[in-house]
């Protein structure tokens, strides 16, 4: 994945020295995340890992007009680091348990560690089902409203929030 933001590498390969910051997320190593300067090596080529390089490019902060809180910090959803580029995420869902109403108010890159199902659900009641696979990675625009639910198997991720 190449976009504005973010340059993703899902590798079990070493890498050269990283171009710009990271976060990289051993796919072996559920639920940690690591942050890496510019320079640094992402991957060593140990185990498969995602490797999300954090383009220079930051769009000015939006307020949240939606009158529902941020989408974290949440139940379920425990702080794995912070700094002034990102804030990284551990988070489950739990089947039949939605969380709360939410707005987003940065994009976030989600790379999921199970298999599941999971229906997000608007304010107005729109509902859209995505079918969820270990490693698969998803990059998900800030400036939305919606509610989560587990529908079936499991759901875990890494979230990066990019600021």
Request: charged residues 25%; without cysteine.
């Amino acid at each position: 994945m190449d976009n504005e933001r973010v340059i993703v590498w899902d590798t079990t390969s070493a890498l050269p020295a990283a171009q710009h910051d990271f976060v990289a997320v051993s796919l072996s190593q559920e639920g940690t995340a690591r942050f890496g300067h510019r320079g640094s090596i992402p991957s060593k080529g140990e185990a498969r890992t995602v490797v999300i390089e954090l383009k220079d490019n930051a769009p000015a902060p939006i307020p949240n007009n939606s009158g529902y809180p941020l989408a974290f910090p949440r139940s379920h959803a425990n702080k794995l680091l912070e700094n002034d580029r990102v804030v990284v995420w551990n988070s489950v869902w739990l089947a039949g348990e939605p969380t709360p109403m939410h707005f987003h108010d940065k994009d976030a890159l989600v790379v999921f560690e199970s298999d599941g199902v999971l229906q997000s659900t608007t304010p107005q009641g729109e509902k859209v089902v995505a079918e969820i696979k270990f490693a698969d990675i998803r990059f998900n625009r800030r400036d939305r409203t919606h509610s989560e639910m587990l529908l079936s198997g499991h759901a875990h991720a890494v979230i990066i929030e990019l600021k």
